[in-house]
C-alpha cells in the first residue's frame, strides 16, 4: 500500500532564507513522486516530478528534490525563497498504473518579508 | 489555451438537493479525475476515469456519481447533497499512465446546508 507523509503542516521562513518541505513515502513499486503548489484560490500546479531518472530533479522557480530510497525520503528545497513562493505545497506519490495516486496533507509555507 | 475547465466555482446547496459540475479539457487527455479537497487532508480522488467509457471509484466515492461524457467532458453529480459533502472540488485529467502529470482546473466551492 501507498502512504505520503508531510512533516510538518506549517513552515514559516525569511524572505532570500532556505526553504526546506519534507516528505517521507511508502510503496510498494518503483514510485512515482510530485511536487504540486497550489497558491490561495487556485488549481494545484506541478512543481516537479521523479520517474526513476535522475534522483536530483529540478523544478521550476527554483525548486528541486532528491530522491533517496534509503530514508524514503522526497524533501523539496529552495535555496532562497521569494515572497511569491507562500502557497500550500503536495507531495504525491503514484504507483506505476497512475491512477493509484496519494497526496500528503500539504505543508502551507510562509514567507516573511 | 483553456486546460481544465469547471462549472461552477461557487455553489451553495440544500440538505437533500443534487447538481453536477462539469468538467471540460481541450488537451486531448486519456485520463480524467475527481478530487475533493478537505482542510488538513489533502486531496482524495473521489472517481476516475481512465479512458473514454470507463469509470471507477476512487478512494471516497460514496455519494457521488459521474459520467465521462466523451474524451473531453466529465461530470460529478451529487443526487441528495449531505452537509459532509462541503468541500472544495477539484478536476483533473493527464495523459494517463504512470508517469502521468495531473492538470488541474480551478476548483468548485460547494457549501451544502
Known amino acids: 500500500a501507498q502512504s505520503v507523509t508531510q512533516l510538518d503542516s506549517h513552515v514559516s521562513v525569511s524572505e532570500g532564507t532556505p526553504v526546506l518541505l519534507r516528505c517521507n513515502y511508502s510503496?510498494?513499486?518503483?514510485?512515482?513522486l510530485f511536487w504540486y503548489v497550489q497558491h490561495p484560490n487556485k488549481g494545484l500546479q506541478l512543481l516537479l516530478k521523479y520517474t526513476s531518472a535522475a534522483t536530483l530533479v529540478k523544478g521550476i522557480n527554483g525548486f528541486e528534490a532528491e530522491f533517496k530510497k534509503s530514508e524514503t525520503s522526497f524533501h523539496l528545497t529552495k535555496p532562497s525563497a521569494h515572497m511569491s513562493d507562500a502557497a500550500e505545497y503536495f507531495c504525491v506519490v503514484s504507483d506505476t498504473g497512475g491512477f493509484k495516486t496519494i497526496f500528503g496533507a500539504g505543508t502551507r509555507l510562509f514567507v516573511k518579508a | 489555451n483553456a486546460g481544465v475547465t469547471q462549472t461552477p466555482k461557487f455553489q451553495v446547496l440544500k440538505t437533500g438537493q443534487s447538481m453536477t459540475l462539469q468538467c471540460a479539457q481541450d488537451m486531448n487527455h486519456n485520463s480524467m479525475y475527481w478530487y475533493r479537497q478537505d482542510p488538513g487532508m489533502g486531496l482524495r480522488l473521489i472517481y476516475y476515469s481512465a479512458s473514454e467509457g470507463t469509470t471507477d471509484k476512487g478512494e471516497v466515492p460514496n455519494g457521488y456519481n459521474v459520467s465521462r461524457l466523451n474524451k473531453r467532458e466529465f461530470s460529478l453529480r451529487l443526487e441528495s447533497a449531505a452537509p459532509s459533502q462541503t468541500s472544495v472540488y477539484f478536476c483533473?485529467?493527464?495523459?494517463?499512465?504512470?508517469?502521468?502529470?495531473?492538470?488541474f482546473g480551478e476548483g468548485s466551492r460547494l457549501t451544502v446546508l
Open positions: 483533473a485529467s493527464s495523459t494517463g499512465g504512470d508517469t502521468g502529470e495531473l492538470f
Open positions: 510503496s510498494s513499486y518503483s514510485p512515482s
